[in-house]
């Protein structure tokens, strides 16, 4: 994840100095805040791919002497089936429709919305590997 790690870090250096160029420039706000967030966005991003480098070290993906077997086994676990994403779908349509006509659907959609996404943290929380 180092090269991971050097693609954002250079991608947050780039917003960086834009925002600097484009605040000299000029005055309008929008954009240079625009500027900085994308900037401390990769930041984020760039720091988390170092810190997941320090805890686990080097992949094969990162050895060039590495044998294509290394990276073999279980990578991640992903449901089979489940209709949580299409409960959080719904909320989130209806959180906008909310947001659009009227509070009361907002308040039902962002409680769709909640039990969706508590539902596809929580599925498989038991599961054995």
């Not at 947050?12 to 605040?23: K, L, N, R, S």
């Amino acid at each position: 994840m180092k090269a991971e790690a050097y693609l954002f870090a250079g991608v947050a250096t780039f917003f960086a100095v834009t925002a600097g160029i484009y605040g000299w420039f000029a005055k309008e706000p929008a954009g240079k805040a625009a500027l900085i967030v994308a900037c401390m966005m990769s930041t984020l991003v760039a720091l988390f791919f170092q810190s997941q480098h320090v805890r686990r070290g080097r992949r094969p993906q990162d050895r060039t002497d590495a044998e294509i077997a290394a990276g073999a086994g279980l990578v991640e676990f992903f449901a089979p089936r489940s209709y949580y994403p299409v409960l959080t779908a719904v909320g989130v349509t209806l959180l906008a429709c909310g947001l659009v006509f009227a509070l009361w659907l907002g308040l039902v959609g962002a409680g769709v919305t909640a039990a969706g996404v508590i539902g596809a943290t929580f599925q498989y929380a038991g599961r054995e590997d």
